[in-house]
């Protein structure tokens, strides 16, 4: 499900921090196609958004690769339309180190958060006083590796908290956490996209429906509906497969005071 898009000609490649770093042409494509909105501001603020979703993205996947690394993995990371991927050369062993490969990168996302947060409580730099465009800068910077960071741990597949969901069960249920951690991820992302669906309801009809919601609570959109219901759809797909008897079995790899 995770599989790495085909090169092409037109990739950017480049290394950081010791791991090989690739864009596919489709990342800048998805990343424009989910920002068109701020074009209403001007094309600056485009350029920013990218450049911010590059940069979060970058973080967070190297927040997996840098995790890899400490488990004795090589990986290199891939930008394309629908995120990142940080491929490892070799599988991890043991389920407490594959869980901590799968946090390391929203982790990652939100110390960057925390950095963007303090620096500007301490220079007061994202205030729209410096400028909108370094406002936005600011706002969208906290925005992407705070709220993305959180949505990618909901127990949803392919995302990393779905990682993390069939990990756990898999270690509760041995061969049967497969399909309970399919479940899971079928009933919250098809809660997630009710949930979407109806605010950008709300936000149509001006009905205050989630008015006792705080303010700093995410709201979702059409796209989000559509993500989330895309992924309940390929939860359930593979749910169909497991439930036909093609068990996936686990690894016998618990910690030796386990078995
Ligand atoms: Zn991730």
């Known amino acids: 499900m995770l ?134 800068l600011y706002l969208w910077l906290v925005f992407v590796n705070l709220y993305w960071g959180i949505f990618n741990l909901l127990p949803v597949y392919p995302l990393d908290g779905g990682q993390v969901s069939r990990e756990l069960c898999e270690g509760k249920w041995r061969g049967r956490g497969v399909v309970t951690s399919l479940k899971i991820s079928i009933g919250t992302a098809a809660t997630v996209a009710i949930y979407s669906l109806a605010c950008e309801m709300e936000r149509r009809s001006r009905n205050n429906i989630f008015e006792f919601l705080p303010d700093w609570f995410p709201r979702g959109s059409l796209y989000t509906a559509l993500l989330f219901g895309l992924l309940a759809y390929q939860s359930y797909q593979l749910l169909q497969f497991h439930s036909r008897g093609y068990y996936y079995e686990a690894p016998d790899d618990r910690v030796p005071w386990e078995k």
């Open 3 to 136: 599989a790495e898009p085909d090169r092409t000609p037109y990739d950017v490649n480049f290394w950081l921090l010791g791991f090989r770093v690739r864009i596919h042409p489709l990342f800048w494509l998805g990343t424009v196609l989910l920002g068109a909105s701020t074009l209403d501001l001007g094309l600056l603020y485009l350029v920013i958004w990218v450049g911010v979703v590059l940069v979060s993205i970058t973080v967070h996947e190297l927040g997996h690769a840098v995790a890899f690394r400490r488990f004795g993995s090589d990986s290199h990371i891939v930008l394309w339309m629908f995120g990142g991927l940080a491929v490892p050369s070799s599988g991890i062993s043991g389920r407490g180190r594959r869980i901590l490969v799968s946090l390391a990168g929203p982790l990652a996302g939100f110390i960057l958060c925390g950095v963007v947060y303090a620096s500007h409580l301490a220079t007061d730099w994202g205030s729209p006083r410096n400028g909108l465009p370094t406002a936005y």
